[in-house]
């Protein structure tokens, strides 16, 4: 699942290339209408299709910003505010184009789902492989409480004093440090590629109680968190299985990765270790993270 960096990546090549055009018209592929008309909400969430392409209709994009893991697409209609909130889920990607067929990877060419023509030409397409993105049509972040409920930005003042209020928490102090740092509630955008990095660096392990870990020490992991993000953005993200910033651009921070998915240590040499965590696999060196 595409983590902060990534969801950076594809809002800054968004941005530019969209921001102060208005959407036309737009249309969404045969599969999502189908799953709609039995009941699913794939991809357009709280709307029926012709509601929600009916809603989009003359909207003009005058912000997209990145808050935690969603991508959020300020726009105007009438003179009205609307906030158009967009997950990536596991394999979601963004592309502007003239034509669908411009998608170079066939994987995504095939599973393009919504279509929003623009008034001045072109296409803003969005792709999903396995279908778990989302789309949600708003007034604003109020009209869907848990948007509400996500931490502040890691780079923003305030998000470590958050950090530590929350970890030291009773809700959260007894549990697996990997899983509270994973927790959108308590870092925002921190998933399990970047919570895996930040503690080998820290020599944690990841199933170690946050109550256990001292206070300066969670502080100091908490700037590692903020480190490691900060770089995996400036590489453009990690680009692993089906992650692509818009028209199919790969980051590198898969290549400077130390930890995550490794069968050897980088730093000692000797196997590495699994164990599952809040639903994802966590590998860790038992003989560098304690």
């Known amino acids: 699942m595409p983590e902060l960096p990534e969801v950076e ?67 105007q209609k009438q003179d009205q505010p609307h906030l158009l909130v967009s997950h990536l889920g596991m394999t979601g990607a963004w592309f502007v184009v003239n034509s669908p067929d411009e998608i170079t990877e066939e994987k995504f060419r095939k599973h393009a789902h919504i279509f929003l023509e623009m008034e001045d030409g072109g296409l803003l397409v969005y792709s999903d492989i396995r279908r778990f993105g989302e789309m949600r049509l708003l007034q604003s972040e109020d009209d869907f409480p848990p948007l509400l409920e996500m931490a502040p930005e890691p ?59 001292s206070r300066k020490r969670k502080i100091l992991l908490f700037q590692e968190i903020v480190r490691v993000l900060q770089e995996s953005i400036d590489a453009g993200g990690s680009t692993i299985s089906d992650y692509r910033s818009v028209n199919g651009n790969a980051g590198t921070m898969q290549d400077r990765l130390h930890m995550y998915s490794k069968k050897i240590c980088t730093a000692c040499g000797k196997p590495t270790k699994s164990m599952q965590i809040a639903g994802r696999t966590s590998v860790y060196c038992p003989a560098c993270q304690r």
């Open 9 to 75: 990546g594809v809002v800054r090549g968004l941005a530019p290339l969209v921001e102060g055009r208005t959407i036309k018209q737009l249309s969404v592929s045969d599969t999502v209408v189908t799953s709609k008309s039995a009941g699913k909400e794939t991809i357009i969430k709280g709307k029926t299709v012709e509601n929600f392409l009916q809603d989009m209709e003359q909207m003009q994009i005058q912000k997209i910003v990145r808050r935690s893991k969603y991508i959020y697409f300020h726009l």
């Open 155 to 213: 780079f923003s003042e305030g998000a470590l004093e958050h950090f530590l209020e929350m970890a030291e928490s009773m809700k959260y102090k007894g549990k697996q440090i990997k899983e509270v740092i994973m927790n959108g509630k308590v870092i925002s955008g921190c998933g399990n590629i970047y919570a895996t990095e930040s503690l080998f660096h820290m020599n944690i392990h990841p199933g170690r109680k946050a109550e256990r870990i």
